[in-house]
Nanobody
Framework: QVQLVESGGGSVQVGGSLSLSCAASGYSYCLGWFRQVPGKEREGVARISPSGGGTYYDASVKGRFTISRDNAKNTVSLQMNSLKPEDTAMYYC??????????????WGQGTQVTVSS
């Protein structure tokens, strides 16, 4: 069983930056960030391999968001720059044994809200 607890998030103006962090009880898992707005399906944003050597981004955030992990502290972070109103969503930390796709993720945090206003 993997437990995930997010922190960070909040409100920011367009073009600003926010950082999310997630404490993960498990290890050797692919860790990722997803987001969801009401009425839409949850979508993958970024994921990182257990070693940290492999990172994957959705096209909508590539070049603006950076995912990283600290295996010594069992944490994964998402640095979000140049934020846009369409980045507004509930953001979830997630874990999966494999890092091959956005599908089939088993473990989820409780979510943290990110709001970008113009």
């Amino acid at each position: 069983q993997v437990q995930l607890v997010e922190s960070g998030g909040g409100s920011v103006q367009v073009g600003g930056s926010l950082s999310l962090s997630c404490a993960a009880s498990g290890y050797s898992y692919c860790l990722g960030w997803f987001r969801q707005v009401p009425g839409k399906e949850r979508e993958g944003v970024a994921r990182i391999s257990p070693s940290g050597g492999g990172t994957y981004y959705d096209a909508s955030v590539k070049g603006r968001f950076t995912i990283s992990r600290d295996n010594a502290k069992n944490t994964v972070s998402l640095q979000m720059n140049s934020l846009k109103p369409e980045d507004t969503a509930m953001y979830y930390c997630a874990a999966h044994p494999f890092c091959s796709s956005w599908s089939g993720w088993s473990y989820w945090g409780q979510g943290t809200q990110v709001t970008v206003s113009s």
